[in-house]
T-cell receptor, first 117, second 111 residues
Framework: DAMVIQNPRYQVTQFGKPVTLSCSQTLNHNVMYWYQQKSSQAPKLLFHYYDKDFNNEADTPDNFQSRRPNTSFCFLDIRSPGLGDAAMYLC????????????????FGPGTRLTVL | DAKTTQPPSMDCAEGRAANLPCNHS???????VYWYRQIHSQGPQYIIHGLKNNETNEMASLIITEDRKSSTLILPHATLRDTAVYYC????????????FGTGTRLKVLA
């Protein structure tokens, strides 16, 4: 089954220690997104890639970076995690942006829950 | 600045239809309505989307009012596994990518 995979499902890091979360997709979608979801809150978009083009949300802290080495993989790097960065991180993909309701539909992975000690 | 309003919680008896309302009174002509659900500690799951017409798939039906200012997601025969937070999302504007999630409705299906 085509899908969005996130590894690991649970990640523990120490305050200030860089951490990388990974996402892969077998849907061959052009767009990959990263969201942050804190406890009891709705997901909040951090950034997205359309192919190799990176698009950052205006309010995403500089502490958060991303890499997309190829179509299938996308990484979220947190350079110096703080206690406030503990959250579920969700990766999503869509075939297109701004094309139609169907091709713009986003499909989410299971998420990585990050704990910062 | 979510563009949708949903009741914070609802209960539904198992086997009955669950009708989840969403108000999107500022929706514009080209904006789609999407519905997702999120079961505890999992990623959001796509359910259905629509523009003007009512839509049905194997999971649910979506009824959009004629003026498009509100919609209702219908789960025809709710099961315990349908217990989740349901999000109604209006894409910010046609031609952009952005979903803005509202606070969602926490649906509890009761045995």
């Amino acid at each position: 089954d085509a899908m969005v995979i996130q590894n690991p499902r649970y990640q523990v890091t120490q305050f200030g220690k860089p951490v990388t979360l990974s996402c892969s997709q077998t849907l061959n979608h052009n767009v990959m997104y990263w969201y942050q979801q804190k406890s009891s809150q709705a997901p909040k978009l951090l950034f997205h890639y359309y192919d190799k083009d990176f698009n950052n949300e205006a309010d995403t802290p500089d502490n958060f970076q991303s890499r997309r080495p190829n179509t299938s993989f996308c990484f979220l790097d947190i350079r110096s995690p703080g206690l406030g960065d503990a959250a579920m991180y969700l990766c999503a993909t869509s075939k297109e942006i701004g094309a139609s309701g169907a091709t713009d539909t986003q499909y989410f992975g299971p998420g990585t829950r990050l704990t910062v000690l | 600045d979510a563009k949708t309003t949903q009741p914070p919680s609802m209960d539904c008896a198992e086997g009955r239809a669950a009708n989840l309302p969403c108000n999107h009174s500022t929706i514009s002509g080209n904006e789609y309505v999407y519905w997702y659900r999120q079961i505890h500690s999992q990623g959001p799951q796509y359910i259905i989307h629509g523009l003007k017409n009512n839509e049905t798939n194997e999971m649910a039906s979506l009824i959009i009012t004629e003026d498009r200012k509100s919609s209702t997601l219908i789960l025809p025969h709710a099961t315990l596994r349908d217990t989740a937070v349901y999000y109604c999302i209006v894409r910010v504007e046609a031609g952009t990518y952005k979903y803005i999630f509202g606070t969602g409705t926490r649906l509890k299906v009761l045995a």
